[in-house]
């Protein structure tokens, strides 16, 4: 009998161990590459929700409706189809769960369990309100600068002083009616005093100066967006929706609940 031969075996037995304990080693690091560790894995989550949450708002802010899935916000955003940005660290090489539900759009990232819809889950929610807004409020402003230099806000009799009046109630009275959503009764009490006030500012010096009386109908021959050289096409808010014609602005925005005369108007 070999004497040798325990030690070889002994010796086989190491390499064969040693093989297996290197392959473990890079399937770990293969699984770490997917699977963050714990410590990292709640900061990486909250980055790559953060990446997806400021090209879901650029989405909206651009089109008026959030994309249909992750692969539609790549192509809108410019972001690289099959980027990290929207593997969900707390999985295993899958994305975020998405949904779009119209008025809002929420990313879900599996929590500590790795598993989806369970109580663990980071969740994150983007209501179109806000981009929304944004969209809509660059339509408006475009519009009312057009009405104030129109024959229904300024004419040749107004003096430096009155032209500087009207500019100035205008902006007012939209800056108010903008912040209106979301303002306590102390902040509504103000806004409401501001409204009333350039409203009559504006209702002054148009009289004063005699300014055309605004058209009836916001579109169609005749219509306020063609006289103050627009067109149709221009009077439509954030979500495709026809702008109203507000005694006042002029333009106005039903807003998100696509309800005129409510608090999200603007």
């Given at each position: 009998m070999n004497a040798d031969a325990p030690s070889e075996r002994g010796f086989a037995l190491?390499?064969?161990?040693?093989?297996?304990?290197?392959?473990?080693?890079?399937?770990?690091?293969?699984?770490?590459?997917?699977?963050?560790?714990?410590?990292?894995r709640a900061r990486l989550v909250e980055t790559r929700l953060a990446v997806c949450q400021d090209a879901l708002d650029f989405a909206y802010r651009r089109d008026g409706a959030f994309p249909a899935d992750l692969t539609a916000l790549a192509a809108t955003a410019g972001l690289a189809?099959?980027?990290?940005?929207?593997?969900?660290?707390?999985?295993?090489?899958?994305?975020?769960?998405?949904?779009?539900?119209?008025?809002?759009?929420?990313?879900?990232?599996?929590?500590?369990?790795?598993?989806?819809?369970?109580?663990?889950?980071?969740?994150?929610?983007?209501?179109?309100?806000?981009p929304l807004r944004t969209r809509q409020r660059g339509?408006?402003?475009?519009?009312?600068?057009l009405l104030l230099v129109s024959p229904f806000r300024t004419s040749g009799s107004m003096t430096v002083g009155d032209r500087a009046a009207m500019r100035t109630a205008m902006?007012?009275?939209?800056?108010?009616?903008?912040?209106?959503?979301?303002?306590?009764?102390?902040?509504?009490?103000?806004?409401?005093?501001?409204?009333?006030?350039t409203a009559t500012t504006i209702s002054d010096l148009s009289l004063a100066n005699a300014c055309a009386v605004m058209p009836s109908a916001l579109t169609g021959a005749g219509g306020l967006l063609t006289a103050i050289g627009s067109t149709?096409?221009?009077?439509?808010?954030?979500?495709?929706?026809?702008?109203?014609?507000?005694?006042?602005l002029g333009?106005?925005?039903?807003?998100?609940?696509?309800?005129?005369?409510?608090?999200?108007?603007?």
């Open positions: 190491l390499a064969v161990l040693s093989i297996v304990a290197a392959g473990s080693l890079v399937l770990l690091a293969a699984v770490e590459r997917l699977v963050p560790p714990l410590a990292g189809v099959d980027g990290v940005w929207r593997l969900d660290p707390s999985g295993s090489a899958v994305d975020f769960s998405y949904t779009n539900g119209g008025a809002q759009a929420q990313l879900r990232s599996r929590g500590l369990d790795r598993l989806l819809g369970t109580v663990d889950d980071v969740v994150e929610t983007m209501p179109s309100e806000r339509r408006l402003r475009l519009l009312r600068a902006r007012d009275q939209a800056i108010a009616m903008r912040r209106w959503l979301g303002g306590d009764a102390a902040a509504r009490a103000a806004l409401s005093t501001t409204l009333t006030a149709d096409t221009a009077g439509y808010d954030g979500r495709g929706l026809l702008f109203y014609l507000h005694p006042t333009i106005a925005a039903a807003g998100n609940d696509t309800t005129q005369g409510t608090d999200d108007d603007m």
